[in-house]
T-cell receptor, first 112, second 116 residues
Framework: KQEVTQIPAALSVPEGENLVLNCSFT??????LQWFRQDPGKGLTSLLL?????REQTSGRLNASLDKSSGRSTLYIAASQPGDSATYLC???????????FGTGTRLQVTL | NAGVTQTPKFQVLKTGQSMTLQCAQD?????MSWYRQDPGMGLRLIHY???????DQGEVPNGYNVSRSTTEDFPLRLLSAAPSQTSVYFC???????????????FGSGTRLTVV
């Protein structure tokens, strides 16, 4: 059974800092890995999708890396802003039914 | 706008009542699924479908039924609501052969359900 862990569970940083969120998974036979953002009381917004054959993806100030063999992914956020405050979720797609398994998320707060 | 539409956004039920949560997508995705999100538990898969007429159970299927008569719609039915089903429910869809789509999953905005 695929298990996904995100560390840390919560993080508070001052504005302007670069930061890294971590995601690990137990079954390396994944199709892809997706990072989402969730604002309080809202739905999930897709940030980045990394296919199993890729090593990283970039979108603006966000960069996600994938090391499938070690079961790890990182989400790097450059020059953090208060608007980045949200919960960040990592999810991996695995199995013959191609199901998505989520981590419990990292709650990020960027302070002024 | 293309996407996943969920209705209703909020619902309060009494214990024992039944209801259907609606989910529709207009992206011609084969794969649709329902998740529930609870504090400290993350998102857990309830049921999923890989195409019209095909459904299967996820991690927490008890108390829920689904059907998939069309590619676009994937309703979730609560037959006899219980307080333990108080949660936020999300519907999601994607191409099944996602290696070619490069878009991943698209989620609806959620239904906040309270069972009293």
């Amino acid at each position: 059974k695929q298990e996904v862990t995100q560390i840390p569970a919560a993080l508070s940083v001052p504005e302007g800092e670069n930061l890294v969120l971590n995601c690990s998974f137990t079954d390396s036979a994944i199709y892809n890995l997706q990072w989402f953002r969730q604002d309080p009381g809202k739905g999930l917004t897709s940030l980045l999708l990394i296919q199993s054959s890729q090593r990283e993806q970039t979108s603006g100030r966000l960069n996600a890396s994938l090391d499938k063999s070690s079961g790890r992914s990182t989400l790097y956020i450059a020059a953090s802003q208060p608007g980045d405050s949200a919960t960040y979720l990592c999810a991996v797609r695995t199995g013959t039914a191609s199901k998505l398994t989520f981590g419990t998320g990292t709650r990020l707060q960027v302070t002024l | 706008n293309a996407g996943v539409t969920q209705t209703p956004k909020f619902q309060v039920l009494k214990t024992g009542q039944s209801m259907t949560l609606q989910c529709a997508q207009d992206m011609n995705h084969e794969y649709m699924s329902w998740y529930r999100q609870d504090p400290g538990m993350g998102l857990r898969l309830i049921h999923y479908s890989v195409g019209a007429g095909i459904t299967d159970q996820g991690e927490v299927p008890n108390g829920y039924n689904v059907s998939r008569s069309t590619t676009e719609d994937f309703p979730l039915r609560l037959l006899s609501a219980a307080p333990s089903q108080t949660s936020v429910y999300f519907c999601a869809s994607s191409y099944f052969r996602d290696g070619t789509s490069r878009r991943g999953y698209t989620f609806g905005s959620g239904t906040r359900l309270t069972v009293v």
